[in-house]
């Protein structure tokens, strides 16, 4: 099982993917000292410009847990091609004395370990620098509370995005995938970068959509994690606010279920 799961983890760094030219382990540890940089500077650089409490604090909550969700959700539609096992696996794989449990099992296990390292990797130092913005008493609690959103955001993002392609795989002939796969990811990547760039201005519309009782509180998920944050470690003791919590919870569970499917 050990070698199952080291073979499906190192499709994920596959070496034409990252560089042709360079050595794959110094390519992914580039790729996580990028990816780790960005929150760490940006939680630096706002507890100089502002204070936060109440709506600002709930805001900014937002803002964090987007970022976690747009870069992991980015990450794992960039591997799509790597998520199940292809056809070469099943061409090596099936003649051997390995079940197709097994063989899935360790494939699972490969992606979560994938999730887990890009997870802590993009939020890591910013939930170590987070109680500059949130200097709330309890720092075990503050440490606690934002780690726990923004990883459960994270790991949503990286179920709905492995689900999509999971419900294309069942739906859709093996031709038709393979045709309609490569539309759909590049129309994700795209997406997904875009949010990354809106994701400043539609953080702080929470507030205002909480107000209104705007149908985008449903639309944009990492409202639903704000509400999850703002019950785990109260902002401004919202009502609506809270029960974004709960959505949150049940969407999670329902893809978690989805993925042992």
């Known amino acids: 099982m050990r070698d199952l799961i080291r073979h499906f983890f190192a499709g994920f760094f596959d070496r034409e993917a990252l560089s042709p030219q360079g050595e794959p382990e110094a390519n992914v540890t580039q790729l996580l000292g990028f990816l780790a940089a960005p929150g760490a500077f940006i939680v630096l650089l706002l507890q100089f410009l502002h204070s936060f409490r109440g709506w600002d604090l709930a805001e900014i909550r937002c803002f964090f847990i987007s970022i976690s969700m747009i870069v992991v959700g980015f990450l794992v539609v960039f591997e799509w091609d790597a998520l199940f096992p292809d056809r070469r696996d099943y061409q090596i794989l099936t003649p051997l004395p390995v079940s197709l449990f097994r063989l899935f099992l360790a494939k699972a296990l490969a992606f979560a370990l994938f999730v887990a390292i890009f997870l802590a990797d993009v939020n890591f130092l ?3 620098l987070w109680p500059a913005i949130d200097s709330a008493p309890g720092l075990l609690g503050t440490f606690a509370a934002h780690l726990a959103a923004v990883m459960m955001g994270g790991l949503f993002a990286a179920l ?4 999509v392609q999971g419900v294309l795989i069942v739906a859709l002939p093996a031709t038709a995938f393979r045709r309609v796969a490569v539309w759909l990811q590049t129309a994700l990547m795209f997406a997904l970068v875009m949010l990354l760039f809106l994701s400043p201005a ?4 929470l507030r ?9 509180l449903y639309a944009y998920p990492p409202y639903w994690f704000a509400g999850f944050y703002e019950r785990l470690r109260p902002a401004v003791g919202n009502s609506a606010l809270l029960r974004l919590g709960n959505r949150s919870e049940e969407h999670t569970s329902e893809l978690q279920s989805l993925r042992h499917l």
């Open 208 to 216: 205002g959509s909480i107000r209104q009782h705007s149908p985008w």
């Open 126 to 128: 910013s939930t170590l």
């Open 202 to 205: 539609l953080a702080p519309m």
């Open 160 to 163: 709905s995005m492995a689900a």
